[in-house]
């Protein structure tokens, strides 16, 4: 697999829209350009910085996150670019910010989206020079920083908002990263759930669990507003309650069970129309979702006729010679 070849083992994820991902932190990883990841909440944007700075000339230099959206306000100047000693009530003493605590290596701005208006016009000076002064000081400092900034915020509204600038948008996104979502990418969950089995079961020193086939049908009809994070949530949690050695439907929590229940019950109804399958913003990849989208409703008409193919074949208005060839297809 790329991610293996390439030595960032640590991403899991096998589908086309990752192996986009590992292409992209691959091509980035030995320039200083600037990289601006985007993705829902727990798609895994952190992990992407972390192995671009690992996998790049910066790598035995400091890596140096920033979480703009959980520093107060009037803390944020000091954080990022420090202070000099008597620059407001409370600086005792003169403090480096991250900026130059990352000298050499890689800054993180995490959650840029929340970055107040008034330090954007600061921040956007050093994406361009490099350089900045400490608050309350008057010395320039420069330094050899790479910068990458994530958010799982739409930025372009927040320009029509008037929230957040253009001019320090185009700056951050020279290349731009898209981490799709887990519900569109259906076919990374097994894998994902493996990796975790193997990492929370080692950890409590508990035999592997293994995972009943109608829970991973269930899993696949969830909508996992939570990403890797929520999956990684439920097998830790799993790791601890199962009894047996077999992850059963019984064993999962009822909001994940109604939700893909939901979505099997909702399917035969004229609600689904093309209409209700929205583009995200990042885009997709048309034909593994469409790919996708088809294996999940042979899914599910396997599951609603008791895996009685012909039934199942009717269910999708095809014959069941279609259908077999179908079901060939995805069992490659
Ligand atoms: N592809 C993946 N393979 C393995 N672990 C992953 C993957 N994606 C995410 N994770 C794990 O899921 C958790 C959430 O990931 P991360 O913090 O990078 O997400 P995020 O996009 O930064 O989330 P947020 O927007 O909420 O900050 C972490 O524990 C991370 O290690
Ligand atoms: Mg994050």
């Given at each position: 697999?790329?991610?293996?070849?390439?030595?960032?083992?640590?991403?899991?994820?096998?589908?086309?829209?990752?192996?986009?991902v590992?292409?992209?932190i691959?091509?980035?990883?030995?320039?200083?350009?600037?990289?601006?990841i985007?993705?829902?909440?727990?798609?895994g944007k952190?992990l992407v910085a972390?192995t671009i700075?690992?996998?790049?000339?910066?790598?035995?230099?400091?890596?140096?996150?920033?979480?703009?959206?959980?520093?107060?306000?009037?803390?944020?100047?000091?954080?990022?670019?420090?202070?000099?000693?008597?620059?407001?009530?409370?600086?005792?003493?003169?403090?480096?910010?991250?900026?130059?605590?990352?000298?050499?290596?890689?800054?993180?701005?995490?959650?840029?989206?929340?970055?107040?208006?008034?330090?954007?016009?600061?921040?956007?000076?050093?994406?361009?020079?490099?350089?900045?002064?400490?608050?309350?000081?008057?010395?320039?400092?420069?330094?050899?920083?790479?910068?990458?900034?994530?958010?799982?915020?739409?930025?372009?509204?927040?320009?029509?908002?008037?929230?957040?600038?253009?001019?320090?948008?185009?700056?951050?996104?020279?290349?731009?990263i898209?981490v799709?979502?887990?519900?569109?990418?259906?076919?990374?969950?097994?894998?994902?759930?493996?990796?975790?089995?193997?990492?929370?079961?080692?950890?409590?020193?508990?035999?592997?669990?293994?995972?009943?086939?109608?829970?991973?049908?269930?899993?696949?009809?969830?909508?996992?507003?939570?990403?890797?994070?929520?999956?990684?949530?439920?097998?830790?949690?799993?790791?601890?309650?199962?009894?047996?050695?077999?992850?059963?439907?019984?064993?999962?929590?009822?909001?994940?069970?109604?939700?893909?229940?939901?979505?099997?019950?909702?399917?035969?109804?004229?609600?689904?129309?093309?209409?209700?399958?929205?583009?995200?913003?990042?885009?997709?990849?048309?034909?593994?979702?469409?790919?996708?989208?088809?294996?999940?409703?042979?899914?599910?008409?396997?599951?609603?006729?008791?895996?009685?193919?012909?039934?199942?074949?009717?269910?999708?208005?095809?014959?069941?010679?279609?259908?077999?060839?179908?079901?060939?297809?995805?069992?490659?």
């Amino acid at each position: 697999m790329l991610n293996e070849l390439k030595g960032f083992k640590q991403i899991i994820g096998e589908s086309p829209q990752m192996l986009k991902v590992y292409n992209l932190i691959d091509r980035v990883a030995d320039s200083d350009s600037t990289v601006l990841i985007r993705g829902d909440s727990g798609t895994g944007k952190e992990l992407v910085a972390r192995t671009i700075h690992n996998s790049s000339p910066r790598a035995s230099k400091p890596f140096v996150p920033v979480n703009c959206g959980a520093i107060p306000k009037d803390l944020i100047e000091s954080e990022l670019f420090g202070h000099e000693k008597g620059a407001f009530t409370g600086a005792i003493s003169t403090r480096a910010g991250r900026f130059e605590l990352a000298n050499g290596g890689t800054i993180f701005l995490d959650e840029i989206g929340e970055l107040h208006p008034s330090l954007q016009v600061k921040l956007l000076r050093v994406v361009q020079e490099r350089e900045f002064e400490r608050v309350g000081g008057c010395k320039t400092i420069s330094v050899d920083v790479r910068i990458l900034a994530a958010t799982n915020r739409n930025l372009e509204t927040s320009i029509a908002e008037g929230t957040f600038r253009e001019d320090l948008f185009y700056r951050l996104s020279v290349i731009p990263i898209y981490v799709p979502s887990l519900k569109n990418r259906l076919n990374d969950i097994e894998v994902l759930m493996n990796y975790f089995i193997e990492k929370y079961c080692k950890k409590k020193g508990r035999p592997m669990m293994e995972i009943a086939s109608d829970v991973k049908e269930c899993l696949c009809c969830y909508s996992w507003p939570g990403n890797v994070r929520e999956l990684e949530n439920l097998v830790e949690r799993l790791s601890i309650l199962v009894e047996g050695d077999t992850i059963t439907i019984d064993d999962l929590p009822d909001h994940l069970k109604s939700d893909s229940l939901k979505s099997v019950t909702t399917l035969p109804s004229t609600k689904l129309t093309p209409e209700s399958v929205t583009l995200p913003i990042e885009g997709i990849d048309l034909h593994s979702f469409i790919n996708e989208i088809e294996l999940s409703l042979i899914n599910q008409a396997l599951k609603t006729s008791a895996g009685v193919k012909s039934k199942a074949a009717s269910l999708l208005g095809l014959n069941r010679t279609t259908f077999i060839e179908k079901l060939k297809k995805f069992s490659h």
